[in-house]
């Protein structure tokens, strides 16, 4: 049984506060803002998760439900940011989110709209590498209509959908995937070249 005097985004930032600080943990010791080199490393995990989460963001049921949802996928804006910089193009990565529940679904992109927050912060330290929202940093941008207002309305479909127990069970598990699996693409775009080669 789930706790109702919680609202579930409450809830889904309580149950991923484990794995958040995990990849806010790995994030910083790759430093990626410290040299371009290192933040081409960083930009193409990013690409990578908002290029698997792509069919997500496009989902019809998923679009039913949060209209401006195509709008707010940044896989574009990621990959602009590569060709800007003249980094190639990551080949995918197995393990990819594939077919989730919509309740799961809901829990990847929980995790994807509320990064756009910690965005504000990271645009910051990309401009010290000559980087903004029209050159190598576009998916750092602010997304239109603002972030917290982006958010807040995201949030709010997300609280007042009816879920079941199952369901719920479901988005949680959705966000803390979304999580451990941005940190293995981040491992991969830091490991040594010869790891990071296809088998």
Known sequence: MTD??????????QITHAPHEQLDKAVK????FETLASYRRFLSAQYLFQEELKKLYTHPQLVELI?????RCRAEQAKADLLDLEAGIP??????????????????????EGSKLGAAFLIKRAVA?????TFGARHLGEPSGGRAEGW???????DDLPFNAEQEREI??????????????????YAPASEAEPA
């Open 91 to 112: 080949a995918p990565v197995a393990g990819a989110v594939d077919g989730p529940s919509l309740a799961e679904a809901l829990g990847w992109l929980f995790v994807s």
């Open 29 to 32: 010791a790759n430093a990626p």
């Open 129 to 133: 590498l000559n980087l903004n929202e």
């Open 172 to 189: 949680d598990r959705g966000a803390v995937a979304a999580f451990e699996r941005f940190n293995v693409l981040l491992q991969h775009a």
């Open 67 to 71: 209209a401006d949802l195509p709008d």
């Open 152 to 158: 807040k309305r995201f949030v709010r479909i997300i």
């Open 4 to 13: 109702n005097s919680i609202r579930r985004s409450q809830r889904l930032n």
